[in-house]
């Protein structure tokens, strides 16, 4: 018969009892953690217009508001599938330019986890986004799914100079009046010389100055 | 001493010795570092002497102090403290405590006798011991408390050192375990207290256990994995690091980098609960409201406006309005709005490091150039767009508009400092301008920034002719400090435009070591201390830190407006820029960049840059042509420059042999290499002065 001290080995297993507990509510509150965590990652890009657009434009139900609706003509769902594209290759550019630049900065410990954790669901949905593209354009018009993109980076890469050339054309105002002071001013210290020295002709001056001005105006409306 | 079990420290003879040399580890280190302190770069650095206080120079000083007062180490100097006073403590008990020494069995001195007795004096000595101290002899003294056996060991005692110094067998076992009855038990100590194994404390004992492995050392390597996770390299909160990147694009400009720095989370801190919002729109209106040269007092653009009225009101919208509100130095009559505006200038500069190290990642030359300047403003509180002459004392928006007429480009303080005396007396100084002794004080602090000045860049391979592709190359950049409107520039010594290599046998050069070779002014090389000059403090009065320039140079390629070379750091040089009555000294400074070079031969075009982090209008940017020579045709250059054939028999000429090239062979005739422009030297430096290129422009 052995004497088992129950006594006695209360304690070793009261331990057992505490380790295995402490790890067991640290492992599930640290991954209760983790979930909560990256279910409320902020989305990399902002709400998608153009594709919330295109679908409810799909999905317009024609029962819904009885023969008033008509049905959305095709020409206006392609349109909108376009104006979707455009979106998505310009968040497909920023998204590959990224790329490297934030796996390096997270190598250096310059960016946190959690942003190279939104850049790969931005990635992954950016890859889902561009499949159901191309299908729903196939399905619009056959094989446009494989031109779609191309089309959609001409209009992007056009928008975006049009954008560059207006923000120049906005300055025009500020420089031709500046010019116009500027040569407001010219003008007078011309007289004032002119008027100094009483030699030569007015009106050549004048003439001159005019050329000297109206020269980088041209170049500035270009 | 007959046991061979461990023992505890009973008498505490050892355990003082051992707390006292694991504190003193811990504490010696914590305290050099505590007081290294003293020998911090910005306390040595010399400063811009200047009585200019601005309207809140206060305001700015008590900040500056604040932040000193953060980065003493409070922490450490307590923890220091109380390892001096557990170190003091530990002496104290060793000084008190009797030790024991432990007797050495020692033969003479039992019998009583000197080492010098011979064996015969021995032997009558014992023979006069034994008949005394005979246990037969000799009754047991009540008075001494002596016992039967007392005498009967003493006498045994006695006896084996007699025999240990006569007998043979005794005597080697004496010698051997110095002990005449042979080995003896031995008995390891542990420095440590008996009292923790005595009875009843175990339990304490078992706590403080715990405490120190289930909780003390969990908590201390958590808390400093999710600091290091917290923080990102550049110091600011991962968080702000997270969302700057977020705000970075290709097009960024400077202004849309200030909009970009308000997300940063470490105004949260500054503007907590009813400060978020408290004077916004005052602020807003302040800012927004017509300045004195520009469309709004602060200086940004219509863009940068629309940016900040899209925010929605709340820190960030206030952090971004005090921004702008600090670039333009645009007065908020507010205690703490003002407090609030350079607090939140200071902090932007530390977020603009991050945003550097992620426009360095990307790469693109537009937003690290942005960087650069967003930080020059952000220390001289200047805006983007406005005059660079308001980093001078007193120049306000009215005086620099004065100063630069209705021009569309701005003077720069070199532009400006470099007119003669009289007519920038007459540009600056008048009525609604600035006084005589105001003008006086602007000059004076113009002729003391440190603007550096680039006499010559060129690249090399130390040791080398020519650059071959794939190879180490040092880009060196040769300059002056010349400060705005000095006169009398002396004219540049040719001979401090080389670059010397260390001579082979100079171990401490090619070690690393903190020695440099410059031609001394007969011309013959001298070593200096490497690295040992500071620049003067920046003069920012309204940064709310202290600051020293540091001067970043990096090469860029322009076709593609991308980074070549990324950006090398200088803040201390190698002479001095100032004598000590800050005179400019005109030392020719040498800045080295070490890259690998292009792994095709050809002509690159790069373009350099130099930019002074700290003041506005000090950049340099020029062109650099790196020529990468084909390898087979450097050596063949090698060849021709070669003064006398290597004999077949020398170690040089069988290392020629081996690379394919008969030895004796005629020189080939020489080919005007363009590319290659030896210095102007004696001959025998001729080997050391190696540089490749110099046709370098200055642009600006």
């Not at chain 2, 007396?425 to 003391?448: C, H, M, N, P």
């Not at chain 2, 001579?503 to 001298?526: F, N, Q, S």
Request: glycine letters at 6%; hydrophobic letters at 40%; one cysteine or more.
């Amino acid at each position: 018969m052995f004497d088992i001290d129950w006594k006695g080995l209360a304690l070793p297993f009261a331990y057992l009892l505490v380790l295995g507990g402490a790890l067991m509510t640290f492992s599930t509150i640290y991954r209760r953690r983790k979930i909560a965590e990256s279910a409320n990652l902020a989305p990399w890009f902002g709400p998608h217009l153009q594709r919330d657009i295109y679908l409810s434009l799909l999905h317009l139900d024609p029962e819904d508001g009885g023969e008033k609706s008509p049905k959305v003509p095709d020409g206006v769902l392609r349109a909108a599938l376009l104006r979707r594209a455009v979106e998505d290759i310009e968040r497909l550019i920023h998204i590959k330019t990224a790329k490297q630049a934030c796996g390096s900065l997270l190598q250096r410990g310059s960016v946190g986890d959690d942003l190279w954790q939104r850049f790969l669901r931005a990635e992954k949905e950016m890859e889902e986004e561009l499949r159901d593209v191309v299908t729903e354009a196939n399905a619009l018009a056959p094989n446009w799914g494989t031109i779609i993109f191309q089309s959609a980076h001409e209009i992007a890469a056009n928008t975006k100079l049009r954008q560059r050339l207006d923000e120049i054309q906005a300055q025009t105002d500020a420089e031709k009046a500046w010019w116009d002071k500027k040569r407001g001013q010219i003008q007078a210290d011309f007289m004032k010389e002119l008027e100094e020295s009483e030699k030569g002709s007015t009106k050549d001056g004048n003439e001159d100055d005019a050329v000297v001005v109206d020269s980088p105006k041209k170049g500035g409306k270009k | 001493m007959s046991s061979s079990d461990y023992s505890y420290d009973e008498q505490g003879q050892f355990f003082p010795f051992f707390i006292l040399t694991v504190t003193g580890l811990v504490t010696l280190p914590l305290t050099y570092s505590l007081f290294r302190r003293s020998t911090d770069d910005d306390a040595l650095a010399p400063r811009i002497s200047s009585d200019y206080k601005t309207k809140h120079g206060d305001v700015v000083a008590s900040l500056r102090k604040a932040q000193k007062r953060k980065q003493r180490k409070i922490k450490r100097a307590i923890f220091v403290v109380l390892g001096w006073a557990l170190m003091a403590g530990m002496v104290y008990l060793i000084v008190v405590t009797q030790r024991i020494v432990p007797k050495i069995w020692n033969p003479y001195d039992i019998l009583g006798i000197a080492e010098s007795f011979t064996e015969k004096q021995i032997k009558s000595h014992y023979k006069r011991l034994s008949v005394k101290f005979h246990p037969d002899k000799v009754r047991p003294d009540p008075s001494k408390n002596e016992t039967l056996e007392m005498l009967n060991d003493r006498y045994v005692e006695l006896t084996k050192a007699y025999q240990a110094l006569t007998d043979e067998d005794v005597r080697n076992n004496y010698i051997q375990y110095g002990h005449p009855d042979g080995k003896q038990s031995f008995s390891i100590g542990i420095a440590l207290p008996q009292f923790i194994i005595a009875e009843g404390n175990g339990k304490y004992l078992i706590l403080l256990y715990t405490g120190l492995m289930g909780i003390l050392l969990p908590y201390l390597v958590g808390s400093w994995w999710y600091g290091t996770k917290r923080m990102s390299k550049e110091g600011v909160l991962m968080e702000s690091a997270n969302r700057l990147f977020r705000h970075y694009n290709e097009e960024i400009d400077e202004g849309g980098i200030i909009t970009a720095l308000s997300t940063g989370k470490e105004f949260e801190a500054v503007l907590k609960g009813d400060q978020a919002e408290s004077g916004l729109s005052k602020i807003e209106s302040r800012i927004s409201a017509e300045g004195e040269s520009s469309p709004f007092a602060c200086g940004f653009s219509t863009k940068d406006k629309e940016k900040l009225e899209d925010l929605d009101s709340g820190v960030r919208r206030k952090v971004l309005a005090l921004l702008w509100a600090y670039l333009g130095r645009v007065e908020l009559d507010d205690p703490a709005l003002t407090k609030a505006k350079f607090e939140v200038g200071a902090i932007a500069r530390k977020l603009n490091q991050s945003f550097a190290a992620i426009a360095l990642a990307f790469g693109n030359i537009g937003p690290i150039a942005g960087s650069f300047k967003a930080n020059q403003h952000l220390i001289q509180a200047v805006s983007p767009k406005s005059s660079p002459l308001l980093q001078l004392p007193h120049i306000n928006d009215k005086v620099a508009a004065a100063i630069e007429g209705d021009s569309k480009i701005h003077l720069t303080v070199q532009q400006f400092m470099d007119r003669p005396d009289a007519e920038r007396r007459q540009l600056a100084v008048g009525k609604d301008l600035l006084t005589a002794e105001q003008y006086k004080e602007a000059i004076s602090v113009g002729k003391q920034l440190p603007f550096f000045r680039v006499a010559k860049a060129f690249f090399k391979v130390t040791g080398e002719k020519v650059i071959i592709p794939s190879s180490l190359v040092t880009l060196v950049i040769k300059g002056r400090f010349i400060p705005p409107g000095t006169e009398n520039i002396p004219a540049i010594d040719e001979v401090s435009l080389e670059d010397i290599d260390a001579a082979e046998d100079d171990m401490d050069a090619i070690l690393g070591r903190k020695k440099k070779i410059v031609k001394g002014p007969d011309g013959k090389p001298v070593a200096v201390e490497e690295n040992s000059a500071l620049p003067p403090l920046t003069f920012a009065p309204h940064y709310a830190r202290d600051h020293s320039p540091k001067w970043y140079a990096f090469l860029s390629d322009s076709k593609q407006d991308k980074m070549a070379v990324p950006p090398f750091t200088f803040d201390k040089f190698d002479q001095p820029i100032f004598t000590e009555d800050g005179k400019p000294t005109f030392n020719m400074v040498a800045l080295k960049a070490q890259f690998a070079a292009p792994p095709q031969p050809g002509h690159y075009t790069f373009c350099m840059h130099v930019i002074c982090d700290s003041y506005v209008g000090f950049d340099t940017k020029m062109e650099v042509t790196l020529v990468v020579e084909d390898a087979s045709k450097a050596a063949e250059m090698e060849a021709e420059d070669e003064i006398s054939e290597p004999e077949e028999d020398s170690i040089a000429g069988q290392m020629q042999a081996l690379k394919g090239q008969p030895t004796g062979e005629a020189p080939k005739p020489k080919r005007k290499q363009d590319s290659s422009d030896e210095e102007s030297g004696t001959d025998e430096e001729e080997d050391d002065a190696s540089d490749t290129n110099t046709d370098t422009e200055d642009e600006s």
